[in-house]
T-cell receptor
């Protein structure tokens, strides 16, 4: 069964460093998302990406964040200068059809720890 | 924007009993409502969903009901088993405008053997 895969599973970084979280969405999907979940809290939307550009972003997704689809398979989230409060689980998700409501499938997540 | 509330925050049931989790949403334009199960250390797993053109959907022991007028939807799990223990999240998406989901705060379900 196709699945969303994320790497690494756990990333520890020093405050102020740049990190790149990687995702391989399901291959025929068209929409890609990043969400985050601070420990014990709900899943929060960061950004959605469609047709090689950001389609929506939340207030959390400030200038320190960027996304890229560098090739036909990978979807990355970059945090330029990490802060302690960026520590969270980051989930990538993808969904299929061009319009209407469709299922979104999540990866297993990357646990980012900023020290 | 959309706001999703979820109750209860924790729920304990005896194995074999039923569990019901309720969610409300604020944006009447929302038309797709998935439920996700999250086990410890894993990503959210889609377990069932409902679109706004139906009132109920069932898949084996799991069912979801939707009341568009009242803007609430519920997850029903019958004959609960210990492996049903997890955190359950409801979500809503505005299919007319956005593609992102707004999640509820989650319900931690414990099924006691």
């Amino acid at each position: 069964e196709p699945e969303v895969t994320q790497t690494p599973s756990h990333q520890v970084t020093q405050m102020g460093q740049e990190v790149i979280l990687r995702c391989v969405p399901i291959s025929n999907h068209l929409y890609f998302y990043w969400y985050r979940q601070i420990l014990g809290q709900k899943v929060e939307f960061l950004v959605s990406f469609y047709n090689n550009e950001i389609s929506e972003k939340s207030e959390i997704f400030d200038d320190q964040f960027s996304v890229e689809r560098p090739d036909g398979s990978n979807f990355t989230l970059k945090i330029r200068s990490t802060k302690l409060e960026d520590s969270a689980m980051y989930f990538c998700a993808s969904s299929g059809r061009t319009g209407g409501a469709t299922e979104a499938f999540f990866g297993q997540g990357t646990r980012l720890t900023v020290v | 924007g959309e706001n999703v509330e979820q109750h209860p925050s924790t729920l304990s049931v005896q194995e074999g009993d039923s569990a019901v989790i309720k969610c409300t949403y604020s944006d009447s334009a929302s038309n797709y409502f998935p439920w996700y199960k999250q086990e410890l250390g894993k990503g959210p797993q889609l377990i069932i969903d409902i679109r706004s053109n139906v009132g109920e959907k069932k898949d084996q022991r799991i069912a979801v009901t939707l009341n568009k007028t009242a803007k609430h939807f519920s997850l029903h799990i019958t004959e609960t088993q210990p492996e049903d223990s997890a955190v359950y999240f409801c979500a809503a998406r505005d299919g007319n405008y956005g593609q992102n989901f707004v999640f509820g705060p989650g319900t931690r379900l414990s099924v006691l053997p």
